[in-house]
């Protein structure tokens, strides 16, 4: 599965931008797809998943301001990010991994997700 994040780009706080990840492989569907961001010189971290049933996780750093969906007929996930904050600010990546329903907790380890984008940056200025 090769996937292709998009969508990043400089935004003022407060302001919103909306990521896409493209999945190149048709059984998009049966999987669980995930966003995750790195600064930095600091790890890389969990933001939001999605499984097959459009269940979702967020980390508690976004909840309540970024949304995870997905459009299964355009093999596409979007991060719909809202009222940005200069800590958002961050390389953004896109993952997948074939276990298309599991836990929270599942969804939020990277090592549990096979396949990454290339990632997007995302600059909120203050």
């Known amino acids: 599965v090769q996937l292709q994040a998009s969508g990043g780009g400089l935004v003022q706080a407060g302001g919103s931008l909306r990521l896409s990840c493209v999945a190149s492989?048709?059984?998009?569907?049966?999987?669980?797809m995930g966003w995750f961001r790195q600064v930095l010189g600091k790890e890389r971290e969990f933001v939001a998943a999605?499984?097959?049933?459009?269940?979702?996780y967020y980390a508690d750093s976004v909840k309540g301001r970024f949304t995870i969906s997905r459009d299964n007929n355009k093999n596409t996930v979007y991060l719909q990010m809202n009222s940005l904050k200069p800590e958002d600010t961050a390389v953004y990546y896109c993952?997948?991994?074939?276990?298309?329903?599991?836990?929270?907790?599942?969804?939020?380890?990277?090592?549990?997700?096979?396949?990454w984008g290339q990632g997007t940056l995302v600059t909120v200025s203050s």
């Open positions: 999605i499984s097959w049933s459009d269940t979702t």
């Open positions: 492989r048709r059984a998009f569907s049966g999987y669980g």
């Open positions: 993952a997948a991994t074939p276990t298309g329903y599991a836990s929270g907790t599942y969804y939020r380890r990277q090592s549990e997700y096979e396949y």
